[in-house]
């Protein structure tokens, strides 16, 4: 189980493993997380070339469960889980009536008539509140399981080694976006091959009083390649290099799935209504008539870093706003995902910059990801 500290913040079952690391502790989302435990920089290469090792466990899994489980998700949320293969995984999202996004989630089909589906921390009590309102009338059960599970993940290209010399499940067969139940260094797991670092790797969803024996095990298999402790810090970087959305930078309420570029997860074919199809449709038609705001990524030509609300510029008008920035440790310069009118975002529009502080920072115009992992 998870515990709270005096501050009122939650703590993870990893929590005096990351205190003896030296993990510098910060508050996200009510939870006590490691930021980072010595260079962030350093574990963001390690991931890369080498391996990393997350505590994601602030992570919010909720089980739905029962015959209709599989309507009552097609029902609550934007894409076709009913089509999602026992085993699978499948990134998708869950909206208001009027559209906006409350969030982007994985769902897991465990059974034939149990799934998994896993909210960002920060949403984890909305998304647990919009799935048991919208189950009524439908033969199935939500369940609050975020004290059920700690979340252990294992990202980098050393991860397939490192995880198979603690199991015999079969990872060669496991595909992007699947998971199976199995035992690793003893402890039974659902192993899940996703991610959000952009290089390969697993999830690992375990009992919490499992969570620090798995830790060790896999601390000690991979101290012969590298694999060190990574903090919130540098997933963040990773992910921004890979291109992920991020809630509340890239993806909010104000933002339907169409004006996120990511309309590819609606799915209005799918059999009965479902929460937000009205207007998502007419979403869907106004992006096609006309098109929002794009989501590119920038290139710093000098060394300053943008954040997220910096405006970004063009011939001296404002046309757009960045939504993430960071050093990237892969590129060498500042990097920025930012929204952009559909006139600006061609990969080398020229004349672009960001307003940092009242200096337009020349920035070059670039599709995403930044990153991609060679196969």
């Not at 039974?188 to 697993?202: Q, S």
């Not at 969570?211 to 012969?224: D, F, H, I």
């Not at 008008?317 to 440790?329: C, D, H, L, R, Y």
Request: with cysteine.
């Amino acid at each position: 189980m998870s515990s709270s500290d005096s501050a009122g913040l939650r703590r993870t079952a990893l929590d005096a493993v990351h205190r003896a690391l030296g993990a510098t502790m910060t508050d996200f989302a009510g939870w006590d997380m490691p930021l980072r435990y010595g260079s962030e920089r350093d574990e963001h290469v390690a991931v890369r070339t080498r391996a990393g090792l997350f505590d994601l466990s602030h992570m919010g899994e909720i089980t739905v469960t029962g015959p209709q489980a599989a309507a009552l998700l097609n029902h609550a949320l934007v894409g076709n889980i009913a089509s999602v293969g026992v085993g699978r995984a499948r990134y998708t999202m869950i909206c208001r009536a009027d559209g906006g996004i409350l969030d982007d989630l994985i769902v897991y089909r465990l059974a034939d008539t149990e799934y998994m589906v896993v909210a960002n921390a920060s949403n984890a009590q909305v998304v647990l509140a919009a799935l048991t309102e919208r189950a009524a009338g439908f033969d199935a059960e939500v369940r609050d399981d975020r004290d059920a599970y700690a979340l252990i993940a294992v990202q980098g290209p050393e991860s397939p080694g490192i995880l198979k010399s603690l199991t015999d499940a079969d990872l060669d067969g496991l595909k992007y976006y699947a998971g199976l139940p199995g035992t690793v260094a003893g402890v039974p797991a659902l192993i899940a091959r996703t991610g959000y670092t952009g290089e390969d790797g697993f999830e690992l969803f375990v009992k919490p009083e499992h969570a620090v024996r798995l830790w060790q095990a896999l601390t000690e298999a991979g101290e012969g390649v590298g694999l060190v402790p990574c903090g919130l810090s540098c997933r963040d970087t990773l992910r921004l290099e890979a291109g992920m959305p991020l809630y509340g930078h890239e993806l909010t309420t104000s933002l339907t799935p169409f004006d996120a570029g990511l309309g590819r997860v609606v799915k209005f074919e799918k059999e009965g209504d479902f929460v937000g199809r009205e207007a998502l449709r007419e979403a869907a038609d106004r992006a096609a008539a006309r098109p929002p705001r794009v989501l590119v990524g920038l290139i710093a030509e000098g060394r300053r870093v943008p954040r997220a609300g910096y405006p970004v510029v063009a011939g001296g008008e404002v046309i757009g706003e960045v939504t993430s920035g960071a050093p990237s440790p892969t590129l060498g310069r500042p990097i920025a995902m930012a929204y952009v009118d559909a006139a600006h975002s061609a990969p080398g529009t020229a004349g672009v910059a960001v307003d940092i502080r009242g200096s337009h920072e020349p920035y070059e115009v670039v599709a995403l990801p930044f990153y991609k992992r060679q196969k």
